[in-house]
Nanobody, 110 residues
């Protein structure tokens, strides 16, 4: 099973993007879904997660701007990103269960 990410790209500060991630097959999700990101020259960090019970956690830097959503029946997870900032630039990785996507580039210009 592989995860396929889509929706990345280049936008200006203040604009929005929606990232989507879908599994190529059925995934037994035991530990929720989420998104990480890695900015140039920085460590990979958690952006947002949602547990199987529906509890959601966001990095402080994206609270109020990003929204994670899932469709467990379709094994998909999305990330709506509003009011983007240059510091949101990086490679975004989705996770469904224990499987990670290969990453998708998001670039926000000032």
């Amino acid at each position: 099973v592989q995860l396929v990410e889509s929706g990345g790209g280049l936008v200006q500060a203040g604009e929005s993007l929606r990232l989507s991630c879908a599994a190529s097959g059925r995934v037994f999700v035991i530990n929720g879904m989420g998104w990480d990101r890695q900015a140039p020259g920085k460590q990979r960090e958690l952006v947002a997660t949602v547990t199987n019970g529906g509890a959601i956690n966001y990095a402080d830097s994206v609270k109020g701007r990003f929204t994670i959503s899932t469709d467990n029946s379709k094994n998909t997870v999305s990330l709506q990103m509003n009011s983007l900032k240059p510091e949101d630039t990086g490679v975004y990785y989705c996770r469904i269960g224990v499987i990670w996507g290969q990453g998708i580039q998001v670039t926000v210009s000032s």
